[in-house]
């Protein structure tokens, strides 16, 4: 068992703070609503101010009493004395309909808002009156139960108490035989019995998959989070319990009622656990509702608990200013410390600011020899690039020219022994003709420039695609098929190999010089850069300084 705690412990850990942070969003958020009571007590007003607009313009009575029903169910959590005023008014009108449908459920209203406002006995003598008809039996148990259990909570006598618990209880189950399984009513009237029977986890498997099908704005939702808490409460379950009475309350704040119970209980949940400041804006925020709505069980209700919890919360206000005291004087005394502090700090800062301008002064002739060193570097890095080039240009010119010059010597003594023997065969015409003729020449002069072809595109594969980069039009160089250089090619190679006079190229290539000016100037006037630069971008052709 052991050997498995901590794994249960890592799985259970973000579990639990999930929820925490999920009771301290929504006592967030019921702070804000508790903040923002009166823009909700604004959107009721508006709504009921619509429905008296339209009272004006209605003349018909039974569209009167349809409206003074929407009045009473506005009020009754609202204002239960003006809710008491339109209850009795659609007693009026029922009367003048002679309907006993409607006649009996305003009967029931009135004796609804009369058990809210403390007058059991008015009530009790209506509902005892009230020859009720099948259709409203599921309400009027339910009445009955409702105003019974006011009646519990506010007797003087234990014997009283449990009479009216029996009757409430009663009531209530006998609701159930007259509303729709899956219902609201239904379900409360349910949840509320199992509760009482102390069945806790039945109420919760009844209630969690029945909550979210209610919609926000309904009445009912606050009403089933309170029994949820209840039941958490039997459960002994102390965090779901506050969830669930923050639900409630949120739900009632934001619906405008002022007769609830949720706020009050969660304020004095607040206070056992020691949160003295949320407990006391609850139960004051909860007092002024209660004083508002003229709901008089919740006002002595409140009235009982308000004394502790202002007690605790003025203990904690005095433990709280002597905290203040304490730390201001705490405050005050390290602040001498810290003004000396400050003062020798100035001292040393001074002497310091000194050295680092001394400093400074050291690193910037330190960064100017550096920089310095590095420029030196940089010479020094292309004058070995350039020798390192130039070895091994020379090392394969020279197996080159060793290898041709050989060929040439072979080719020469060749030449030589045909000449001679044209001579001594005496075939003079042949000889003069053989002499006269340049084919000999020209057939070397295109193998050795082949030659050297070959030899450059080994030393600089990628010359040909480099050097059209240097130019406007990349395809101004176009080669003929089986050329690897053309002559403005083999220009520009003798000039990255370092042969620069127009003269030598000119040797080199068999032409004038006044022809090799032409093409090198040809060449530069296509270059995409600044024309005096593009020889020197040329010399750069196959290295790293680009």
Known sequence: MNRFLPVLIAFLFPVFIFSQNNSVELLNELDQTVTDYAVYSHKKELKINKLKELLSYTTADIEKYDVYGKLYAEYKSYQSDSALIYARKSF??????????????????????????????????????????????????????????????????????KKYIILTKKHRDSSL?????????YIMAQSSTLLDAGKHKETLTLLLNYFPKIAHNSDDRAVIAYIVSQAYRQKKDAEQEKKWLTISAISDLQLAKKEYISLRSLAFLMYENGDFDRAYTYIKRSLEDALFCNARLR??????????????????????RFQLILFLISVSILSVFLLVLLFLLFK?????????????????????????????????????????????????????????????????DEYRRKLNVMATTGKMNELISAVKSKQFVENELAVFLTNFDKTFLQLFPNFIAEFRVLLIDEEA????EGELLNTELRIFALIRLGIKDSAKISTFLRYSVSTIYNYRSQIKNKAAGPREDFEANVMRIGTNLK
């Not at 009026?92 to 009996?104: G, S, T, V």
């Not at 209700?301 to 919890?309: A, D, F, Q, T, V």
């Not at 960064?367 to 090392?395: C, D, G, I, M, P």
């Open 348 to 412: 040393q800062m001074k002497k310091l600011s000194k050295a680092k301008q001394d400093l400074s002064l050291a690193n910037n002739k330190l960064s100017e020899l550096n920089t310095e060193l590095n420029a030196f570097n940089e010479k020094l890095n292309e004058t070995n690039y350039t020798l390192t080039e130039a070895n091994l240009l020379k090392e394969i010119y020279i197996g080159r020219y060793m290898d041709q010059c050989s060929d040439y010597i072979g080719k020469l």
């Open 299 to 320: 006002t002595y209700e409140i009235s009982k608990m308000l004394p502790i919890i202002n007690e605790a919360y003025q203990k904690q206000n005095e433990t709280n």
């Open 477 to 480: 160089i176009q080669l003929k």
């Open 177 to 185: 035989n007259y509303y729709k399984p899956q219902s609201s009513a």
């Open 92 to 161: 009026q009108i029922a009367e003048k309909l002679n309907d006993i449908e409607k006649l009996n459920h305003a009967r029931l209203n009135l004796a609804s808002i009369m058990g809210t406002l403390g007058m059991y006995k008015e009530a009790t003598d209506i509902l005892n009156r009230i020859n009720i008809t099948p259709k409203l039996k599921g309400y009027y148990f339910t009445v009955n139960s409702v105003v019974y259990g006011y009646m519990s909570d506010y007797a003087a006598s234990l014997q009283e108490k």
